[in-house]
Each structure stands twice: as structure tokens, then as C-alpha cells.
């Protein structure tokens, strides 16, 4: 006979008293969910679902954090070809071309009667997900890339504290003034870091739309990674460390760029908004938020997550996945959401509630990312993304360490492109 402790006993019983409190009827879901930035995201999150589970008590969610965005993916994917996929998921808002592909997502239009909810959504976010005329996606953590500036180290350097660079000219002047050495001639403090690893891709679309240049069509079917405003926009980018001296060469870590502004290496970094949170609890000097610098024109692509319902959930969990988005981006949520990580709030009605009133009035960088979506594009997104991605990554890495020259490693990048999306021409 199997004997069973006291502890063992005492844990059977808790798990009976909590089925016996659940609704015979409750609807499982599981979500996966990704984290590309610093803060406790993860905790934001499962605070959340316990609070929306306490009211909707017929519904029973089990978030999953599933690593970056690119791991998320491969992990949703991966389960739903074995046949255990997630009923929903937060995933890249350009992620939309694969997974329909890949015949995984059901449009929102088949799940939601009312329709006007979709335009209670900033249209910029809306854009990567509204495909074909129907809507496959809800923005939930949604991004632009964002200029941070030290206002210490600018006015250490000679500079108004209170006036970010506005200009490309503008960010090469300053960053080289921002440069600080030892007396030894080592660098301490250099003015700027784009980071080049991660999304690099994002970072050079940011740099072409502020040049004038599209990055691909509406179709997904195109990238225009050989156009000569994007050569320049990436052969810019290489001069800031190569020419201006105002980056480190080579490689900038998309991980640890955040810890280099924190740190004081750099005085001032192009990073996404949903790392705002934690670099203003983290700044230990007054720092500033600005929209990125223009050339022809300003803009930043869009970025960041939407959520996903997955088409083998059933009705039922369909049905509850769609509750469960709702008041997830309900306007205090979307508020609250916004207020503890830095990202967007994806509605206007966000920004009106008295809880994100009164937080930008107390830290107006708050709705820096919200005004540059009036310049926003939306963000790279073809078919077979993760790989073309990779192909434009690989092209930045080859400029940036001087293993290429811009027009040729866009080249490159081009012609692989050009043969994986031939198939959806």
C-alpha cells in the first residue's frame, strides 16, 4: 500500500477545494506571450490575468512567456504542428503574412458583431494587422523607436539639455561633441548607439522612411532593400561610427544598449518606447525622450506585439479569447499597461483617462511615442518574415563591422529576398 505524507495530503486537498471552486463550464486558454525589453513585464502580465479571471471567473487563462519575439513565434508554431498550439498569442504585428500562410489565425471579423470596436485603435497599429480587408490582429503592445538623450551629459558637453538633435546633421554634430575620452584617448562616453543586432531591420526602416523611402509594398510581396535612399540611409548609419566617430564600430547589442544609456557609456540611444519604464526607474541622471531625427521627413516604423487568436481554438475558446482581448485593451487597462512598461497605449480613449492624464503630466515623455505615430509607418512585414529578417540583419552586420559596403550587402540581402518572395507574386 502507497503511503502519503501529511504535505502530500495537505496539497491533494487544496487541488480538490480549487476544482471544486472553478465553473463546470470554465473556458481553458492558454496565451503565449513574449518580452523584448527590461522591466517585470512578466509580472504586469500574470497580475493581469488574475484580475481578469476574478471577473470572468467561466474563464481560465494560462500565460505563457515564450522568450523574444522571434522565439514566441517558433514556439506557437511549433506547437501547433504538433497539434497542442495556443488558443491565442501575442506575436509580432508583422508576423500576420506567416501566419496566415500558415493557415493559423482566424480573421477577428468572423469573432467580433461589433465592428466599430477595430476603429477605436490608433490606425497606425491596426495597419500591419488589417490584411486583404479583413482584420487579423488587435494591437495590445505596440512600440515606435524612440531617441533617449542624458541631459546631464549634454549640458557636461556644452549642449541645451532641453533640445535633442531634430536632424540627422543635427544627431553627427552633437554626438561628436557628446564624445568623451580619458586622458589615455579611450573612449568613456560615446554620443550615440543605434543598436544593430536584434531588430536590425526596424532600425534601418526607421532610417529609410526619414530619408524618404519605403521598405516594402502593401502585398508583402516586395523590399525595396536596394533603392538608393535606403544604400544611403545605411551607408548614414555606418558613418556615425566609421566616418563621425560618434558610435563604437562594429557590432551594438540590442540587449545591452539599455544598460550602456544607464551607465553613462553613451549619451544618447535609439531604442523602443517599451523600454521606458524601466530607464526611468532605472536613470540616475535627468534624461529626455524625443522622436527620431529627420532628413527628409521625421518617422519611425510602428513596432511591437498584437494579439492572435489561433484558428484550431474552438468557437467556445474563440468566443473567450475575444473577451479576454477586449478587456485586456479596454482604455484603464491599455492606460495602466502603458504606465508600467512604456509602450503605447493603443487607443486614443488611453490617453483621456485620468490615470494616464495624470501621469503625463507628471513625466510628459510619456506621449512622445504617441505623437510620432502622426509620422508613423507601418512596420517591415512580408511574406516568410523571420527569414527576410535575417537576410536584412545579416546585411546591417556586414556594413557595420566593414565586412561589406552598404550597397553591397543590401544587395546581397536583396537578391535572397527577391527569390523567397517570388512564390507570392
Avoid: C
Avoid at 24 to 51: C, E, F, N, Q, S
Amino acid at each position: 500500500m502507497k503511503h502519503f505524507g501529511p504535505t502530500t495530503l495537505a496539497a491533494a486537498a487544496l487541488a480538490a477545494l480549487s476544482l471544486a471552486a472553478r465553473p463546470a463550464h470554465a473556458v481553458d486558454l492558454t496565451m503565449y506571450y513574449p518580452v523584448a525589453v527590461g522591466g517585470p513585464v512578466t509580472k504586469v502580465i500574470d497580475d493581469m490575468v488574475a484580475r481578469f479571471e476574478k471577473e470572468n471567473s467561466d474563464i481560465k487563462v494560462t500565460a505563457v512567456y515564450a522568450g523574444n519575439y522571434t522565439d514566441t513565434m517558433t514556439k506557437a508554431m511549433t506547437a501547433m504542428k504538433g497539434g497542442q498550439p495556443p488558443q491565442l498569442s501575442v506575436l509580432l504585428s508583422t508576423d500576420v503574412f506567416t501566419l496566415m500562410d500558415e493557415n493559423a489565425i482566424v480573421p477577428m471579423d468572423d469573432l467580433v458583431a461589433d465592428k466599430a470596436w477595430f476603429k477605436t485603435f490608433y490606425p497606425a497599429f491596426m495597419a500591419n494587422g488589417q490584411i486583404g480587408g479583413k482584420t487579423w490582429s488587435i494591437p495590445f503592445q505596440r512600440s515606435t523607436i524612440v531617441l533617449y538623450w542624458n541631459k546631464d551629459a549634454f549640458k557636461d558637453a556644452g549642449l541645451d539639455p532641453e533640445k535633442p538633435p531634430a536632424t540627422w546633421d543635427e544627431m553627427a554634430s552633437m554626438g561628436a561633441r557628446l564624445v568623451k575620452k580619458d586622458s589615455s584617448g579611450n573612449v568613456s562616453r560615446w554620443g550615440l548607439e543605434i543598436p544593430s543586432t536584434g531588430y536590425a531591420y526596424w532600425m534601418l526602416q526607421a532610417l529609410a522612411i526619414e530619408n524618404g523611402q519605403k521598405m516594402m509594398n502593401e502585398a508583402g510581396t516586395e523590399v525595396y532593400l536596394t533603392a538608393p535612399k535606403t544604400v544611403a540611409a545605411l551607408d548614414y548609419w555606418v558613418g556615425l561610427s566609421r566616418k563621425q566617430e560618434v558610435m563604437p564600430k562594429g557590432s551594438i547589442d540590442w540587449a545591452t544598449l539599455r544598460s550602456d544609456f544607464l551607465e553613462g557609456k553613451t549619451a544618447m540611444m535609439w531604442h523602443t518606447t517599451g523600454n521606458l519604464t524601466a530607464v526611468k526607474n532605472g536613470a540616475r541622471f535627468n534624461f529626455g525622450v524625443a522622436m527620431l531625427p529627420a532628413r527628409e521627413r521625421r518617422g519611425s516604423p510602428t513596432g511591437g506585439g498584437s494579439f492572435y487568436i489561433f484558428k484550431s481554438a474552438s468557437p467556445e475558446q474563440q468566443k473567450a479569447a475575444v473577451k479576454f482581448i477586449r478587456w485586456m485593451t479596454a482604455p484603464e487597462r491599455a492606460a495602466e499597461w502603458s504606465i508600467k512598461t512604456g509602450y503605447v497605449a493603443v487607443s486614443p480613449a488611453a490617453y483621456k483617462t485620468k490615470a494616464m492624464e495624470d501621469y503625463a503630466k507628471g513625466f510628459p515623455a510619456a506621449t512622445v511615442a504617441r505623437d510620432q505615430l502622426e509620422y508613423a509607418v507601418p512596420e517591415l512585414s512580408v511574406h516568410e518574415n523571420g527569414r527576410i529578417y535575417k537576410f536584412v540583419g545579416d546585411a546591417v552586420q556586414s556594413a557595420v563591422t566593414g565586412s561589406a559596403s552598404a550597397k553591397d550587402a543590401l544587395a546581397s540581402a536583396q537578391q535572397q529576398a527577391d527569390r523567397v518572395l517570388r512564390a507570392y507574386k
